[in-house]
């Protein structure tokens, strides 16, 4: 651990003293918050310098800052509270920066780019997955040429073990670019890519699944059989629906065959099946439980063969990881946030994002903030707006209740969109009677409705601001300022001594158990600690 300077440890004694006083008198409820979380930053001296032996990577699929926001005052609602104090389990991490996320072609980003970005450590084009700005979209040659590594790939030729869960088809963008190289993140499947460039010997993304890069992927969890399956095979759950794939292989059955000898593997794809896994006699788990994505959290019940949540599938990934004495990479991407807010529906992706931040509570309750390096952030954002001066505690998902009349004499709910496939029954609603839609006469906070937008749009399209970065664990005070999406990739890196230059990565064991890159800073904690010790102490006398 870093020690703390001891000038610095007598000025937080003398500050905590003169704001204590002697008075005694019971702070109000707003000093007491802000106390406490002063209390935590101070904390936050001591540096957390450990080598992260794990990683869990949260990914929000289109997560932005307002979708939080909006996030947070509706756990509070459901919670009974009026939802603008509510704190989300990601809130509580101690380290937040900003991440700049556009692509090298692109102002507002897609998917691909940005997860190429935060896995591999290079900021790439719009639409492909593992490779570098070199790539030109849709050609298999330069794709070929271009493609970089993951720190998942890094991770897993170290010995470490890899998962990936995910609410999203296991082939889409965001845990393709845990495995994958492509310059064309539509090539799922072999059907997908084009004739001329499957001469040139590109595979699709489920075949590298099975056969490439992530033929050794310990934990697969999420949806998309339909990648893996040809044309003519009919889905276990759906008999309408069939297989993608034209070249007569079964991809499931061939990662089965493929397990290494003597090791316990099992495909699932519903929630009875998954319930039955054993974590500690399992050593491979492949998990799909839809034909294309899985459903939406509020919707799981819908279900008839039955899902696992987002949190029950960290918890069996971490399981069965954390059996690997040199420590694991887990990606955890809550992928329909994005999927909701391309429909003007704010109702999903709101509660897919309390879905994503119980999985992290999840993720934070089974690990150690000493080996483990936790991150929460989002791919892109979208153009979702908190609007109006509704009054605190008016549902989230309402319609705002203060200064709630435009100037066309209609009310207006306080979650918005710039643009989307709604704006259509907003410009037809003016062309027959030259207003909006009266927003009072539907029911705004059902699954379905679609709040107003402005410009029409066959899908609503990303945001271009920062996104948050929310980290805890070793080295996640490097998480701060405003910094390139591909940064936080060079984090991992560091911090689990993955990148060339280890140097950094010496341990030496303080007094506390705890570890440190600086042998001499046993004296400095010591005499430190008694500084802050004699400080609490005098706290509580005055």
């Not at 459901?78 to 996320?101: F, H, I, Q, R």
């Amino acid at each position: 651990m870093k020690s703390i300077n001891m000038n610095s440890a007598i000025l937080v004694c003398v500050v905590c003293v003169i704001a204590r006083g002697g008075n005694g008198q019971p702070p109000e409820e707003w000093i007491e918050q802000a106390e406490e979380a002063l209390s935590n930053a101070l904390k936050l001296q001591q540096l957390n310098t450990n080598v992260a032996k794990n990683v869990l990577l949260f990914v929000g699929d289109g997560m932005g800052i307002p979708t939080v926001t909006s996030a947070r005052i509706l756990k509070g609602q459901l919670d009974g509270k009026t939802g603008e104090e509510t704190v989300l389990n990601m809130e509580k991490m101690p380290y937040v920066a900003l991440s700049k996320t556009y692509n090298t072609n692109q102002q507002v980003a897609d998917s691909a780019g940005t997860a190429t970005a935060f896995v591999s450590g290079v900021k790439t084009k719009v639409a492909v997955i593992g490779v570098h700005d070199g790539v030109v979209k849709g050609d298999c040659r330069s794709g070929k040429n271009s493609s970089i590594d993951s720190v998942f790939k890094l991770a897993k030729d170290a010995g470490k073990s890899i998962g990936i869960v995910t609410t999203t088809r296991i082939t889409h963008a965001t845990p393709a670019a845990v495995y994958a190289h492509t310059p064309d993140r539509t090539w799922e499947n072999n059907n997908k890519i084009p004739i001329e460039e499957r001469l040139h010997g590109c595979k699709d993304i489920a075949l590298q699944l099975v056969e490439g890069e992530g033929s050794d992927i310990k934990v697969i969890l999420g949806g998309g059989r339909r990648e893996f399956f040809h044309l003519t095979h009919r889905d276990p759950e759906y008999n309408t629906l069939f297989g993608k794939r034209t070249d007569e292989r079964n991809l499931i059955d061939e990662w089965l065959d493929n397990r290494p000898q003597n090791s316990n593997a099992s495909y699932v794809w519903n929630l009875k099946q998954f319930n039955e896994i054993d974590p500690k006699h399992t050593d491979y788990l492949l998990g799909l439980f839809e034909n294309s994505h899985m459903q939406y959290h509020a919707n799981r019940d819908e279900d008839g063969a039955g899902e696992p949540t987002l949190a029950e599938m960290v918890e069996k990934a971490v399981k069965i990881l954390e059996k690997n004495d040199k420590g694991f990479f887990l990606l955890v991407e809550g992928g329909r946030i994005d999927h909701s807010h391309h429909s003007n529906i704010a109702y999903h992706a709101l509660m897919d994002t309390i879905a994503l931040d119980d999985a992290v509570a999840k993720g934070l309750l089974l690990t150690s903030e000493n080996d483990t390096l936790t991150i929460v952030t989002a791919d892109h954002s979208h153009v979702n707006v908190i609007a109006g001066y509704p009054s605190r505690g008016n549902p989230i998902l309402g319609v705002s209740d203060k200064d709630n009349i435009g100037l066309d004499g209609l009310p207006y709910t306080t979650l918005m969109y710039m643009d989307g496939p709604s704006a259509k029954a907003v410009h037809d609603s003016f062309n027959l009677t030259g207003q909006r839609p009266n927003v009072s006469l539907e029911n705004t906070e059902s699954k379905t409705y679609m709040q107003q937008s402005l410009v029409p749009r066959k899908d609503e399209s990303h945001g271009g601001e920062d996104v948050a970065i929310y980290a805890k664990g070793p080295m996640a005070h490097l998480f701060h300022g405003v910094q390139e999406q591909h940064y936080i990739a060079h984090v991992i890196k560091y911090a689990t001594c993955l990148n060339k230059n280890a140097s950094h990565c010496q341990v030496v064991y303080s007094f506390d158990g705890n570890t440190t890159n600086n042998a001499n800073s046993l004296v400095n904690n010591h005499n430190t600690w008694l500084t802050l010790a004699i400080c609490t102490l005098l706290y509580h006398i005055l």
